[in-house]
């Protein structure tokens, strides 16, 4: 709703412009599109510019007039080779949703960034990246019981005070109560004050530029180490020619931590499990690499062409679709072998390594 009616149609009833909406989304035909309505800017959302980079070169992406893309979800390791492949001139990419007070927006073309919060007059905006606890959504707190902002280079929780009397910072809130009340945080920036939770860990560079990191409870943790999913997820589908790749954490008994699983869009021919092992290994340090790996005929995606991974978490790493391959890393043999029952089996009972 925030994409669509503030950022996108609801500016161009604002301002008189003409806005072309298809009935549904097509990476195969959208250049062709943007050339035939001569559009000058185009709206992403999600995963769209990952999709457009996927579609084979054609003639039209090179003689659009489009000149600025504006959305949020374009990921850092696609953000230079969409600019560059189909010559757009600046990208506006802004996080925020439709119930948040804490929008932002990166109007400058800083790569990666999805918005900009002053250091210098930290207060003229009211937002705060904030210490939380590791996998939790539990805000950490210093001897006064406020929240300990975080140093530049130091991921946190995104909040914003709430100011009832200014629309542009109030929270309506949810019909759920309970739902409610995990959105709102109180003692953050000074005592007796409150704020609103996004639930989404961001970075922030020595400049203010924020850069997404995480949904909260998405990261996980193995062999000591924090493993970002989103980074993760963009890096592997580098690899996989920009197909949906979505990573997250599984438990395995007996072992501390999660273990990392991918599930990959993959259909019609064969993965080169060997080849994709040593990019892996190029590309990432060991802790980050996924020891399971799930090949299915296409991943969960939300209406908004978001990664679902609810349900992939809850199924874990147990084969149960006979259209679909599960591999698990043998790191002393140094591949990817099939999780049949039996190795399933033999991992539950802490009978193979990991």
Known sequence: MFTGTIMGVGQCLLFGLTVVIRRKFSASCFWDNCVKHNCSVIQYIGEICRYLLAQPVCPSEAHHRVRVAIGNGLRPSVWEEFVRRFRIQRVGEFYGATECNCSLINIDGKVGACGFSSRILPNLYPIRLVKVKENKKELLRDSQGLCIPCLPGE????????????????FDGYADQ?????????????????????????????????????????????????????????????????????????????????????????????????????????????????????????????????????????????????????????????????????????????????
């Open 155 to 170: 991921p946190g929780m995104l909040v914003g005070r709430i100011n009832n009397t200014d629309p542009l910072r109030r």
């Open 178 to 354: 309970d739902l409610n009340n995990q959105k709102i945080a109180h003692n953050v920036f000074q005592m007796g004050d409150c704020a609103y939770v996004s639930g989404d860990v961001l970075v922030m560079d020595e400049y203010g530029y924020m850069y997404f990191r995480d949904r909260s409870g998405d990261t996980f943790r193995w062999r000591g180490e924090n493993v970002s999913t989103t980074e993760l997820e963009g890096v592997l589908s580098g690899l996989l020619g920009h197909t949906d790749v979505a990573v997250y954490g599984v438990s395995v008994p007996g072992v501390e931590g999660k273990a990392g699983m991918a599930a990959i869009a993959h259909t019609g021919g064969s993965l080169d499990l060997d080849e994709f092992l040593s990019a892996v290994q190029k590309a990432l340090p060991n802790y980050a690499r996924p020891i399971f790996l799930r090949l299915m005929p296409s991943v969960d995606t939300t209406g908004t062409f978001k990664i679902q991974k609810t349900r992939l978490q809850k199924e874990g790493f147990k084969p149960q679709d006979t259209r679909e391959e599960i591999y698990f890393l043998n790191s002393h043999a140094g591949r990817y072998e099939a999780v049949t029952d039996k190795l399933f089996k033999a991992i539950m009972e802490g009978e193979v390594s990991l």
